[in-house]
Protein backbone atom coordinates (compact mmCIF):
# COMPACT_ATOMS: atom_id res chain seq x y z
CA UNK A 1 0.00 0.00 0.00
CA UNK A 2 0.81 3.50 -0.21
CA UNK A 3 3.01 5.49 2.75
CA UNK A 4 5.14 7.99 3.17
CA UNK A 5 6.97 8.31 6.56
CA UNK A 6 10.12 10.33 8.29
CA UNK A 7 12.73 8.68 9.55
CA UNK A 8 13.17 11.18 12.62
CA UNK A 9 9.85 13.20 14.17
CA UNK A 10 12.22 15.97 15.65
CA UNK A 11 15.07 17.59 14.21
CA UNK A 12 17.18 20.11 16.44
CA UNK A 13 19.23 22.72 14.70
CA UNK A 14 21.29 25.52 15.93
CA UNK A 15 20.72 28.89 14.24
CA UNK A 16 22.27 29.66 11.03
CA UNK A 17 23.62 26.01 10.01
CA UNK A 18 21.84 23.84 7.19
CA UNK A 19 18.84 21.84 8.17
CA UNK A 20 18.44 18.31 6.22
CA UNK A 21 15.00 16.67 6.87
CA UNK A 22 14.23 13.24 5.41
CA UNK A 23 11.58 11.33 4.31
CA UNK A 24 11.27 7.57 3.19
CA UNK A 25 8.47 6.72 0.95
CA UNK A 26 7.11 3.41 -0.80
CA UNK A 27 5.31 4.43 -3.66
CA UNK A 28 7.54 4.19 -6.52
CA UNK A 29 4.47 5.14 -8.90
CA UNK A 30 4.43 8.57 -7.16
CA UNK A 31 4.23 11.36 -10.06
CA UNK A 32 5.22 14.41 -7.50
CA UNK A 33 6.90 14.97 -3.94
CA UNK A 34 5.88 18.08 -2.38
CA UNK A 35 6.97 19.32 1.38
CA UNK A 36 4.59 21.62 3.43
CA UNK A 37 5.36 23.65 6.47
CA UNK A 38 2.80 24.25 9.19
CA UNK A 39 3.79 26.87 11.85
CA UNK A 40 2.06 26.66 14.94
CA UNK A 41 -1.94 27.30 14.89
CA UNK A 42 -1.44 27.84 11.28
CA UNK A 43 -2.56 25.01 8.34
CA UNK A 44 0.49 24.07 6.19
CA UNK A 45 2.07 25.89 3.34
CA UNK A 46 3.57 24.62 0.66
CA UNK A 47 7.31 24.99 0.15
CA UNK A 48 8.57 23.47 -2.95
CA UNK A 49 7.66 19.92 -5.24
CA UNK A 50 9.89 17.91 -7.28
CA UNK A 51 8.14 15.76 -10.19
CA UNK A 52 9.35 12.47 -10.12
CA UNK A 53 11.91 12.46 -13.32
CA UNK A 54 13.98 14.97 -11.24
CA UNK A 55 16.65 14.44 -8.90
CA UNK A 56 17.08 18.31 -7.48
CA UNK A 57 15.00 21.03 -7.43
CA UNK A 58 16.56 24.27 -5.41
CA UNK A 59 14.31 27.44 -4.59
CA UNK A 60 14.45 29.93 -1.91
CA UNK A 61 16.85 28.81 0.60
CA UNK A 62 15.48 25.58 0.53
CA UNK A 63 16.66 21.92 -1.79
CA UNK A 64 14.81 18.85 -2.52
CA UNK A 65 16.73 16.06 -3.33
CA UNK A 66 14.90 12.77 -4.85
CA UNK A 67 16.62 9.53 -4.56
CA UNK A 68 14.66 7.43 -6.26
CA UNK A 69 17.08 3.80 -5.74
CA UNK A 70 16.67 4.29 -2.40
CA UNK A 71 12.88 6.06 -2.13
CA UNK A 72 14.23 8.79 -0.09
CA UNK A 73 13.28 12.38 -0.32
CA UNK A 74 14.84 15.32 1.60
CA UNK A 75 14.54 18.78 2.18
CA UNK A 76 17.62 20.91 2.88
CA UNK A 77 17.34 24.53 4.27
CA UNK A 78 20.18 26.62 4.03
CA UNK A 79 21.51 29.25 6.96
CA UNK A 80 18.56 27.99 9.07
CA UNK A 81 16.58 31.58 10.43
CA UNK A 82 14.11 31.43 13.99
CA UNK A 83 10.99 31.63 10.97
CA UNK A 84 11.84 28.05 10.03
CA UNK A 85 10.62 26.75 13.25
CA UNK A 86 7.54 24.58 12.21
CA UNK A 87 6.19 21.12 11.77
CA UNK A 88 7.44 19.83 7.99
CA UNK A 89 5.44 17.68 6.07
CA UNK A 90 6.21 15.34 3.20
CA UNK A 91 3.56 14.07 0.56
CA UNK A 92 3.36 12.20 -2.27
CA UNK A 93 1.03 12.48 -5.10
CA UNK A 94 -0.43 10.30 -7.95
CA UNK A 95 -2.47 11.61 -10.82
CA UNK A 96 -4.02 8.03 -11.75
CA UNK A 97 -5.45 7.96 -8.25
CA UNK A 98 -7.60 10.49 -8.66
CA UNK A 99 -4.51 13.43 -8.04
CA UNK A 100 -4.87 12.87 -4.31
CA UNK A 101 -1.94 13.80 -1.92
CA UNK A 102 -0.90 10.81 0.89
CA UNK A 103 0.84 13.26 3.97
CA UNK A 104 3.61 11.50 5.76
CA UNK A 105 3.15 12.26 9.77
CA UNK A 106 5.74 15.11 9.46
CA UNK A 107 9.44 16.15 11.85
CA UNK A 108 9.16 19.18 14.44
CA UNK A 109 12.05 21.43 13.83
CA UNK A 110 13.37 23.27 16.38
CA UNK A 111 16.00 25.77 16.41
CA UNK A 112 18.62 26.52 18.74
CA UNK A 113 19.71 30.39 19.22
CA UNK B 1 -8.92 38.43 4.50
CA UNK B 2 -7.89 34.72 4.38
CA UNK B 3 -7.93 33.09 1.18
CA UNK B 4 -9.40 29.61 2.80
CA UNK B 5 -11.86 30.70 5.74
CA UNK B 6 -12.82 28.11 8.13
CA UNK B 7 -15.72 28.35 10.58
CA UNK B 8 -15.95 27.51 13.63
CA UNK B 9 -12.31 27.80 14.47
CA UNK B 10 -13.03 25.88 17.82
CA UNK B 11 -15.92 23.71 18.84
CA UNK B 12 -16.38 21.93 22.60
CA UNK B 13 -19.52 19.51 21.87
CA UNK B 14 -21.23 16.47 23.30
CA UNK B 15 -21.46 12.83 21.98
CA UNK B 16 -24.26 12.09 19.40
CA UNK B 17 -24.68 15.62 18.65
CA UNK B 18 -24.68 16.85 15.04
CA UNK B 19 -21.63 19.37 14.19
CA UNK B 20 -21.23 20.95 10.78
CA UNK B 21 -17.75 22.83 9.53
CA UNK B 22 -18.13 24.86 6.82
CA UNK B 23 -15.14 26.02 4.32
CA UNK B 24 -15.39 29.11 1.60
CA UNK B 25 -12.36 29.96 -0.59
CA UNK B 26 -12.16 32.92 -2.55
CA UNK B 27 -9.02 31.46 -4.89
CA UNK B 28 -11.23 30.61 -7.39
CA UNK B 29 -10.39 26.97 -7.32
CA UNK B 30 -12.59 24.28 -8.79
CA UNK B 31 -11.16 21.14 -6.40
CA UNK B 32 -11.87 21.05 -2.42
CA UNK B 33 -10.53 18.89 0.41
CA UNK B 34 -10.98 18.15 4.11
CA UNK B 35 -8.30 17.04 6.20
CA UNK B 36 -8.30 15.48 9.59
CA UNK B 37 -4.77 15.82 11.53
CA UNK B 38 -4.03 13.89 14.90
CA UNK B 39 -0.62 14.11 16.46
CA UNK B 40 1.70 11.49 15.78
CA UNK B 41 -0.12 10.73 11.91
CA UNK B 42 -0.15 13.55 10.03
CA UNK B 43 -2.83 14.96 7.81
CA UNK B 44 -5.55 12.52 6.35
CA UNK B 45 -8.03 12.96 3.50
CA UNK B 46 -11.19 12.64 4.86
CA UNK B 47 -13.06 13.76 1.39
CA UNK B 48 -12.63 15.68 -1.23
CA UNK B 49 -14.75 17.14 -4.57
CA UNK B 50 -13.54 18.15 -7.65
CA UNK B 51 -16.16 20.34 -9.06
CA UNK B 52 -19.80 20.80 -7.31
CA UNK B 53 -21.75 18.13 -8.68
CA UNK B 54 -18.63 15.83 -7.67
CA UNK B 55 -18.05 14.23 -3.77
CA UNK B 56 -15.99 11.65 -3.41
CA UNK B 57 -14.54 9.29 -0.60
CA UNK B 58 -10.85 9.96 1.25
CA UNK B 59 -8.96 7.75 3.38
CA UNK B 60 -11.43 8.29 6.87
CA UNK B 61 -14.65 8.67 5.51
CA UNK B 62 -16.56 6.73 7.81
CA UNK B 63 -19.05 9.14 10.42
CA UNK B 64 -18.61 11.84 7.99
CA UNK B 65 -20.34 13.74 5.37
CA UNK B 66 -20.21 16.59 3.19
CA UNK B 67 -21.57 19.00 1.01
CA UNK B 68 -20.20 21.12 -1.87
CA UNK B 69 -22.70 23.84 -2.03
CA UNK B 70 -21.01 26.12 -5.02
CA UNK B 71 -18.09 26.21 -6.44
CA UNK B 72 -16.56 28.38 -3.05
CA UNK B 73 -17.94 26.74 -0.47
CA UNK B 74 -17.35 22.75 0.96
CA UNK B 75 -18.77 21.95 4.32
CA UNK B 76 -17.99 18.83 6.39
CA UNK B 77 -20.73 16.97 9.18
CA UNK B 78 -20.43 14.80 11.78
CA UNK B 79 -23.76 13.81 11.38
CA UNK B 80 -23.49 12.03 15.69
CA UNK B 81 -20.11 13.62 17.00
CA UNK B 82 -18.11 10.96 18.83
CA UNK B 83 -15.26 11.41 21.41
CA UNK B 84 -12.22 10.02 18.85
CA UNK B 85 -13.52 12.45 16.54
CA UNK B 86 -11.75 15.14 18.39
CA UNK B 87 -9.53 16.64 16.01
CA UNK B 88 -7.97 19.25 14.03
CA UNK B 89 -9.65 19.39 10.40
CA UNK B 90 -8.66 21.27 7.69
CA UNK B 91 -9.63 22.50 4.51
CA UNK B 92 -7.91 23.04 1.48
CA UNK B 93 -8.75 24.10 -1.92
CA UNK B 94 -6.30 23.31 -5.49
CA UNK B 95 -6.47 24.46 -8.90
CA UNK B 96 -7.19 21.92 -11.41
CA UNK B 97 -4.90 23.52 -14.08
CA UNK B 98 -1.92 23.59 -12.14
CA UNK B 99 0.11 19.83 -12.74
CA UNK B 100 1.71 19.71 -9.57
CA UNK B 101 -1.98 20.19 -7.90
CA UNK B 102 -0.78 22.50 -4.73
CA UNK B 103 -2.96 22.61 -1.58
CA UNK B 104 -4.08 25.85 -0.11
CA UNK B 105 -4.75 25.44 3.66
CA UNK B 106 -7.37 27.13 6.02
CA UNK B 107 -6.37 27.84 9.39
CA UNK B 108 -7.93 24.90 10.65
CA UNK B 109 -11.00 23.88 13.20
CA UNK B 110 -10.20 22.70 16.56
CA UNK B 111 -13.06 20.07 17.36
CA UNK B 112 -13.37 18.61 20.68
CA UNK B 113 -15.77 15.93 21.61
CA UNK B 114 -16.86 15.51 24.93
Known amino acids: GESVGLHLPTLSVQEGDNSIINCAYS??????FIWYKQESGKGPQFIIDIRSNMDKRQGQRVTVLLNKTVKHLSLQIAATQPGDSAVYFC????????????FGSGTRLSIRP | DADVTQTPRNRITKTGKRIMLECSQT?????MYWYRQDPGLGLRLIYYSFDVKDINKGEISDGYSVSRQAQAKFSLSLESAIPNQTALYFCATSDSRTVAGELFFGEGSRLTVL
Open chain 2, 27 to 31: KGHDR
Open chain 1, 27 to 32: NSASDY
Open chain 1, 91 to 102: AEKLISSASKII
